[in-house]
């Protein structure tokens, strides 16, 4: 598993004109394959319209899957500049659909791969980025009479609060980095004089938008 890596947040939807024509870009995380063509082809659904419904998506922490389609646009116009812009932004997971309604106007090679490569920018700009940092969690398990040091020093730490419990002792969960759990166990073990009961939790992914 990746210590971090970067996606987007969620679903998005971002609209623009270039001559006439209507680019129309849909954005999602995708962790699997299955996911992102399931995505592609409820676009395809809701606008069959379109004149053409291109699509981008990468899958995989060490980006095993990298697929683009033109849908009709001329070859390499379309949904490889859309791939090269989540190769650019080193986003994981993440699958991208332009749709276009065609204004009249051609646009050329050069007005395509443009007008495909700013859409899926700025639809990934509305949608919003996120990094994904590996952490445990890790339970700090105290006296009430070390509570208002350690909430304090941990407060102005480095390591984030997760939720506190008020049982028959507090238990603290804090968010820590794998690498820095035995640097905080030293730390909190230091920080209560060795009261602290700390128990290393799970592994998950934290989300902070970028």
Same mark, same amino acid.
């Given at each position: ?13 971002? =609209? ?53 389609? +033109? *849908? ?11 791939? !090269?812009?989540?190769?650019? @932004? +080193?986003?994981? +997971?993440?699958?991208?659909?332009? /749709? @276009? ?10 007005? $395509? ?8 920018? !700025? ?13 445990? /969690?890790?339970?700090? #398990? ?11 020093? $941990? @407060? ?6 997760? *939720?506190?419990?008020?049982? *028959? ?8 980095? !794998? !690498?820095?759990?035995? /640097? ?12 602290? #009961?700390?128990?290393?939790? =799970?592994?998950?992914?934290? =989300?902070?938008?970028?």
């Amino acid at each position: 598993m990746l210590r971090q890596y970067y996606t987007v947040k969620g679903a998005g939807e971002h =609209e623009i004109i270039i001559q006439k024509s209507r680019f129309i870009a849909h954005v999602n995380r995708a962790t699997t394959e299955e996911e992102a063509l399931t995505f592609i082809q409820d676009i395809k659904k809701k606008h069959w319209n379109a004149t053409h419904n291109c699509s981008a998506y990468m899958i995989g922490q060490q980006n095993q899957i990298q697929k683009a389609n +033109d *849908d009709g646009e001329p070859s390499g116009t379309a949904g490889v500049p859309m791939l !090269e812009v989540l190769k650019k @932004r +080193d986003l994981k +997971d993440t699958v991208v659909v332009v /749709t @276009r309604y065609f204004g009249g106007i051609k646009l050329g090679t050069g007005g $395509l791969i443009r007008a495909y490569g700013k859409s899926t920018s !700025e639809g990934i700009n509305v949608t919003g980025v996120v990094e994904r940092t590996l952490m445990c /969690t890790v339970r700090t #398990k105290i006296d009430y009479t070390w509570l208002g040091k350690v909430e304090n020093e $941990l @407060r102005s730490s480095i390591y984030s609060i997760k *939720d506190i419990h008020y049982l *028959d002792q507090v238990e603290i969960e804090t968010y820590v980095k !794998e !690498e820095q759990t035995e /640097t905080f166990t030293q730390w909190m073990t230091e920080l209560t004089n060795g009261q602290a #009961k700390i128990t290393i939790g =799970e592994s998950l992914y934290l =989300e902070i938008d970028v």
